[in-house]
T-cell receptor, first 108, second 114 residues
Framework: GIQVEQSPPDLILQEGANSTLRCNFSDSVNNLQWFHQNPWGQLINLFY???GTKQNGRLSATTVATERYSLLYISSSQTTDSGVYFCAVLYNFNKFYFGSGTKLNVKP | DSGVTQTPKHLITATGQRVTLRCSPR?????VYWYQQSLDQGLQFLIQYYNGEERAKGNILERFSAQQFPDLHSELNLSSLELGDSALYFCASSVGGTTSGEQFFGPGTRLTVL
């Protein structure tokens, strides 16, 4: 299979701070998605980003497929950003592999 | 709201029992995926169906089985349940098959095996 590693595993921020989450993968992938799992367990789509850069409000993501990594940027963090952030990759066109996640805690 | 629905939201049962989890994909999506999220194993892909046929298999136990019906809803059957099967089970859907784009996840079914 493929290894998907996320860093850091845990992150504590003060409200208003910026952060960068990283996702490394060990082989070429067909697509990549970022998700936010809120405290109620729901998985919310953030970005579908096999390559390039996308922005959505305070969040943006960049995937450099040739170098096998993706970054998720959170600016001006809010307490509602708390939860776990997962990246997931489609490998060999048929299996989706999740990283172990970054647990974010934004303090007021 | 992703448009993917799952029932039930919570399920409590005993070891050795059998349960069925149900998923309805977003309108127009042909692929359905099942995932298990447990504390020790993280989020793991179980199985994918595309337009009624099995398309890809992940770490699905032999005690587990799934199917996708002509109306495209899917069911995941878990039998001879063990304590370790307690987990959050997610269903996701996407438009295409193996070269699918974005997957959208349902709210999950939380299974507790006592």
């Amino acid at each position: 299979g493929i290894q998907v590693e996320q860093s850091p595993p845990d992150l504590i921020l003060q409200e208003g701070a910026n952060s960068t989450l990283r996702c490394n993968f060990s082989d070429s992938v067909n697509n990549l998605q970022w998700f936010h799992q809120n405290p109620w367990g729901q998985l919310i789509n953030l970005f579908y980003i096999p390559s390039g850069t996308k922005q959505n409000g305070r969040l943006s993501a960049t995937t450099v497929a040739t170098e096998r990594y993706s970054l998720l940027y959170i600016s001006s963090s809010q307490t509602t950003d708390s939860g776990v952030y997962f990246c997931a990759v489609l490998y060999n066109f048929n299996k989706f592999y999740f990283g172990s996640g970054t647990k974010l805690n934004v303090k007021p | 709201d992703s448009g993917v629905t799952q029932t039930p939201k919570h399920l409590i049962t005993a070891t050795g029992q059998r349960v069925t989890l149900r998923c309805s994909p977003r309108s127009g999506d042909l692929s359905v995926y099942w995932y298990q999220q447990s504390l020790d194993q993280g989020l793991q892909f179980l199985i994918q169906y595309y337009n009624g046929e099995e398309r890809a298999k992940g770490n699905i136990l032999e005690r587990f089985s799934a199917q996708q019906f002509p109306d495209l809803h899917s069911e995941l059957n878990l039998s001879s349940l063990e304590l370790g099967d307690s987990a959050l089970y997610f269903c996701a859907s996407s438009v295409g098959g193996t070269t699918s784009g974005e997957q959208f996840f349902g709210p999950g079914t939380r299974l507790t095996v006592l």
